[in-house]
């Protein structure tokens, strides 16, 4: 049982590069996140989706979008990046909402610099 | 902004004793989980307390919630090395309708052998 995957690892990009961070889990979870972490900031949402076919803002969308493809996949995908989406990414799966006291489970983490 | 802000920021205890980490939070909430995150790693879920739940015990985890003060602690007893990681709380996000968490900026817990 994988749990929840994501990739790349680690990646540098150019300013003004777009890539897509890819995002999959393996226990048939409706519920989907992407959060960026900063140092000394926490997690911080970017985008969540609540079931398949649906997706939301969270506290920082601005750069970003997403692709809930199917119920396993969510992706997050950067148009043209900047040195300030220099973060670590973590998608996170749960199988309700994580305001109903689900727990979230997460994957283990996307390095990515922008230079 | 953050929801749950932990206190304190950073914490240096000796093994085998007793590690205490607060979490406040801002507005109403549902429940309040705690998750831990070893270095490197993605974040674990520990425990979860509702909001009609004042206090709750997992193993060596003792978890209290004050919603009157908006507080929340956990207490790690007879620590060990292994507990080296940081700790954060996450609370419901009423902005999200109470679909996603918030985390906070996290203690980073550090066991002296």
């Known amino acids: 049982n994988a749990g929840v995957t994501q990739t790349p690892k680690f990646q540098v990009l150019k300013t003004g590069q777009s890539m897509t961070l890819q995002c999959a889990q393996d226990?048939?979870?409706?519920?989907m996140y992407w959060y960026r972490q900063d140092p000394g900031m926490g997690l911080r949402l970017i985008y969540y989706?609540?079931?398949?076919?649906?997706?939301d803002k969270g506290e920082v969308p601005n750069g970003y979008n997403v692709s809930r493809l199917n119920k396993r996949e969510f992706s997050l995908r950067l148009e043209s990046a900047a040195p300030s989406q220099t973060s670590v990414y973590f998608c996170?799966?749960?199988?309700?909402?994580?305001?109903?006291?689900?727990?979230?489970?997460f994957g283990e983490g996307s390095w990515l610099t922008v230079v | 902004s953050q929801q749950g802000e932990e206190d304190p920021q950073a914490l240096s205890i000796q093994e085998g004793e007793n590690a205490t980490m607060n979490c406040s939070y801002k507005?109403?909430?549902?429940?309040l989980q705690w998750y831990r995150q070893n270095s490197g790693r993605g974040l674990v879920h520990l425990i979860l307390?509702?909001?009609?739940?004042r206090e709750k015990h997992s193993g060596r985890l003792r978890v209290t919630l004050d919603t009157s003060k908006k507080s929340s602690s956990l207490l790690i007893t007879a620590s060990r090395a292994a507990d080296t990681a940081s700790y954060f709380c996450?609370?419901?996000?009423?902005?999200?309708?109470?679909?996603?968490?918030?985390f906070g900026s996290g203690t980073r817990l550090q066991v002296q052998p």
């Open positions: 996170a799966s749960s199988e309700g909402s994580g305001g109903s006291g689900n727990t979230i489970y």
């Open positions: 226990m048939n979870h409706n519920s």
């Open positions: 989706s609540a079931s398949e076919g649906t997706t």
């Open positions: 507005t109403s909430i549902n429940n």
């Open positions: 307390i509702r909001s009609n739940e």
């Open positions: 996450a609370t419901d996000r009423m902005d999200t309708g109470r679909r996603a968490l918030t």
